[in-house]
C-alpha cells in the first residue's frame, strides 16, 4: 500500500460539499489547507468565535449588528473589524438594510469544517 497521500481536488468552499477527507483519516494536502486556514484563522480569536456562535445561532438565521455590538465591551469599530474578517474568510454573508447590516452564517463552508474534523470512534472489540 502506497503512503503517498491521494490526490485531491480542491473544491470551492461555497459549494457546501466535503473538500477533503477528515484529518484523522488522511492526510490533508498543503493546496486544501492553505484554502482551509483564513477560515479556522479567523475562528482562532475568542471575540470571533463568540460573534460566529452568535450569528449562527441566531432567531431567523441572522442577526443585526446592533444586537452583537452590546454583547461586548468592545468599541463598535472593533467589532466592525471582527466581522469583516468573518466575512473576509467567506463564515458569514452581510446584508445592509438602511442604517444596520445584517449578518448570517454561511453552513455550507461549516458543514466542511466540521467534516475535517470530523473523528469517529474505533469499533468496539
Known amino acids: 500500500m502506497s503512503k503517498q497521500a491521494a490526490v485531491l481536488t480542491v473544491t470551492d468552499l ?17 493546496e486544501s489547507a492553505a484554502v482551509l486556514a483564513p477560515a479556522f484563522k479567523a475562528l482562532g480569536d475568542p471575540v470571533r468565535l463568540q460573534l460566529m456562535s452568535m450569528i449562527a445561532s441566531a432567531d431567523g438565521g441572522e442577526i443585526c449588528v446592533c444586537d452583537l455590538t452590546p454583547a461586548f465591551e468592545l468599541s463598535g469599530p472593533t467589532i466592525s473589524h471582527h466581522l469583516r474578517t468573518l466575512r473576509e474568510a467567506g463564515l458569514v454573508d452581510a446584508d445592509r438594510r438602511g442604517t444596520w447590516v445584517y449578518y448570517r452564517a454561511r ?3 461549516m458543514r466542511q469544517l466540521a467534516a475535517l474534523l470530523a473523528v469517529t470512534e474505533p469499533a468496539a472489540a
Do not use: H, K, Y
Not at 14 to 30: D, F, I, K, V
Open 14 to 30: 461555497n459549494a457546501g460539499e466535503p473538500c477533503c477527507t477528515p484529518l484523522a483519516q488522511q492526510r490533508l494536502l498543503a
Open 107 to 109: 453552513p455550507g463552508i
